[in-house]
């Protein structure tokens, strides 16, 4: 996104805000469409949105055996080679921001 943002930046905003209406739109609660965005994501090989999305999804109180169910569940529709792509970048996803919250633990405890 970033390079859309910058060479492109009133297409960025149209697609922020058309986002930003499916999301207002959506009865379901934030991880939900988290999850959910994260099976699209990982049934169309978005590696780079699956990092984004899972890292969302955790900030909204998903476990890491819900991320990698909404993944699993593209399984038999797109195959074992897309759900082992998503799941690489979404276990690195998870590691990354959980670390990152033991970091801002550890830090507020000492």
Excluded at 63 to 85: M, S, W, Y
């Amino acid at each position: 996104m970033k390079h859309l943002i910058k060479e492109a930046p009133g297409v960025a905003q149209g697609f922020f805000d058309l986002a930003k209406s499916v999301n207002q739109y959506s009865p379901l609660d934030k991880k939900t469409n988290e999850l959910i965005i994260i099976g699209i994501f990982a049934a169309h090989r978005g590696i780079t949105g699956i990092g984004t999305h899972v890292q969302r999804a955790i900030d909204e109180g998903a476990t890491k055996e819900e991320i990698i169910a909404a993944i699993l569940l593209a399984l038999p529709i797109v195959g074992i080679t897309d759900v082992n792509l998503a799941m690489e970048k979404a276990v690195e996803s998870m590691e990354m921001k959980f670390a990152a919250q033991k970091e801002t633990v550890g830090a507020a405890i000492n």
